[in-house]
């Protein structure tokens, strides 16, 4: 069942489907003996992903072995902070997308190599856990209430300590770029370091019509989940960022995730991009997510 923290979405594999012809089995073999040569070698350069650069190329090699075309623009999803003028140090932004895949992660990781937050059931995912990790992720317990307020104060601080931090704030995996809800929690870090907030939109599609073969979702395993990716014609990833929101103090995480909400999920629940003016949550209140 799903609460305010641990979410469970009613997707699940008979929701993922080719959406053209799937490759022969050859090409697909051939992907997936390019992707576990990268991952081997991640495996044995591990020092060279606490680079940015070297972690942005290997992800962007993970992508390119599995054929899977990068779309939405170049360029860092960061943006300066309200006060980065003078000798004021600028703060870090909070990235937040929807969640679709552990593809996601890799796809993020390719346009800019940020700090992520994620369950902590991804550090155990083949591949993509070793790839968070080396990343230097921050790694979430769902369950854990009471810790609930340490983690957002882990984040506020990565945030003014002047690194972009990326979140999912659905929860969990939906098998579309349009459904699921936000959680707040982690707005809240984004009000008390005063930091921008990048709505981000990742996508999938096969030949330009949208699909779902590269969901992880349910009881899905990764290893199916890869196989179809490696099968899959067509497929391309698109991360597109929207317009930057500078928090004001006068507003509350409440506002502040559903507008990100609406701008990620295509403001299907308000058509306003600006954020209503709300009284500040008292900070004693619990920071339900």
């Known amino acids: 069942m799903s609460t305010v923290w641990a979410v469970e979405s009613p997707c699940g594999p008979d929701c993922v489907q080719h959406r053209a012809r799937p490759v022969s089995a050859r090409t697909a073999l051939r992907r997936h ?3 576990t040569a990268i991952v081997a070698g991640t495996a044995a350069h591990r020092r060279t992903l606490t680079d ?3 972690l942005r190329l290997r992800a962007r090699h993970l992508l390119d072995a599995l054929e899977v075309r990068q779309e939405g623009g170049e360029g860092e999803l960061s943006a300066p902070g309200p006060h980065a003028t003078g000798t004021t140090r600028t703060t870090g932004t ?3 997308a929807n969640h679709i895949s552990w593809l996601d992660v890799i796809a993020l990781l390719a346009r800019e190599p940020v700090t992520l937050v994620a369950k902590r ?3 155990g995912w083949p591949v993509v856990g070793t790839l968070a990790r080396r990343a230097g992720t921050c790694f979430i317990d769902r369950d854990g209430f009471r810790r609930l307020h340490q983690q957002v104060a882990v984040v506020r601080e990565t ?3 002047g690194r972009s931090v990326a979140v999912f704030p659905q929860a969990t995996t939906w098998c579309s770029q ?3 809800t936000f959680r707040r929690a982690m707005f809240q870090a984004a009000l008390d370091a005063r930091a921008p907030v990048r709505p981000v939109t990742v996508g999938y ?3 330009g019509a949208p699909s779902t073969v590269a969901a992880f979702v349910g009881d899905d395993g990764f290893l199916p989940s890869l196989h179809r990716v490696a099968r899959a ?8 960022a929207h317009e930057v929101l500078y928090p004001d103090p006068s507003w509350d995480r409440r506002s502040l995730a559903r507008t990100a909400q609406d701008a990620v999920l295509g403001m299907r629940s308000r058509t306003s991009t600006t954020l209503p003016h709300r009284a500040p949550v008292p900070a004693d209140l619990t920071l339900h997510a």
Do not use: K, T
Request: glycine letters at 6%.
């Open 33 to 35: 003996a390019d992707f």
């Open 52 to 54: 940015p650069a070297a």
């Open 94 to 96: 909070l990235i937040v």
């Open 121 to 123: 059931e991804v550090a």
């Open 159 to 161: 945030l003014l300590a």
């Open 178 to 180: 349009d459904a699921g």
């Open 205 to 207: 599609r096969q030949h």
């Open 233 to 240: 014609d067509g497929l391309s990833v698109r991360v597109e």
